[in-house]
């Protein structure tokens, strides 16, 4: 599963993507946001700010209860503020 | 219709030139320019030097053309173009341009303004504004949550 991070998460991690395999017992977005929390400080930092972290599944925004069934690409970020 | 996600410049005249060019059904074109601007809305922070635009590429694009498919289905356009840049932008340089054809102009400016307030809060894009002090993130706002929430369908 390929792991995008975006904004402040992507400069607190220090990472702009990873590669992960969560165990199939992670069958949510806000299960992985705890699995990926325990991988080093700096992830455990950013996904303190569980509040202000938003999810898409595939390219589709998502919740943090959403199903990561066959999920091949998540990625987590900030609110939006383009335009 | 169309959606371009890029990092280069845009002219609104030549844009609108091009999509009204040999019609004669077009009564109506609605632009909107956003341009990255100097003055912090927080009281008291410094003024902005310059901000860069981060998106998520493949996702932005979907989104976009998704929030475009949505004006189509509710107004009758004869055409739109939605463009944003990304990088790195001082005060004064256009971000994004959202233009819209119809044969009246309630409709072009209702879908060019739909369009804007959507894609405030459902492209894929975060803004980092550098001050003489650094950088920082900025923040999302309710008041783009409420502009985006009054064009939700009554269910």
Redesign the interface.
């Known amino acids: 599963m390929k792991i995008l991070y975006f904004a402040w998460l992507r400069t607190e991690i220090g990472l702009a993507e990873e590669s992960a395999s969560p165990p199939a017992s992670i069958k949510t977005a806000g299960a992985l946001i705890d699995w990926l929390a325990a991988l080093s400080p700096g992830h455990a930092a950013a996904f303190e700010k569980r509040d202000s972290i938003r999810v898409a599944i595939d390219q589709e925004f998502a919740e943090l209860d959403s199903c990561l069934s066959g999920a091949s690409e998540v990625a987590f970020f900030p609110p939006v503020t383009g335009g | 219709m169309a959606v371009r996600v890029q990092s280069e410049a845009f002219d609104v005249g030549v844009e609108s030139a091009r999509m009204t060019k040999g019609r004669r059904d077009v009564g109506a074109v609605a632009s909107f320019v956003?341009i990255a601007r100097e003055d912090n809305p927080d009281e008291g922070a410094e003024p902005v030097i310059a901000m860069t635009?981060?998106?998520?590429p493949?996702?932005t694009e979907?989104q976009l053309e998704a929030i475009e498919a949505e004006a189509r289905a509710r107004w009758p356009l004869l055409d739109c173009l939605i463009i944003?840049r990304y990088g790195r932008f001082e005060p004064g340089d256009p971000?994004?341009l959202v233009l819209t054809l119809s044969s009246h102009r309630q409709v072009a400016f209702d879908a060019c303004q739909f369009l804007?307030d959507w894609?405030?809060?459902?492209?894929?894009?975060?803004?980092?504004e550098e001050t003489a002090s650094g950088a920082r993130?900025?923040?999302?706002?309710k008041s783009?949550d409420a502009a985006a929430e009054k064009w939700s369908k009554p269910s």
């Open positions: 956003g635009l981060e998106h998520y493949g996702m979907r944003h971000i994004v804007m894609l405030k809060t459902k492209a894929p894009f975060w803004k980092q993130w900025v923040a999302s706002r783009d």
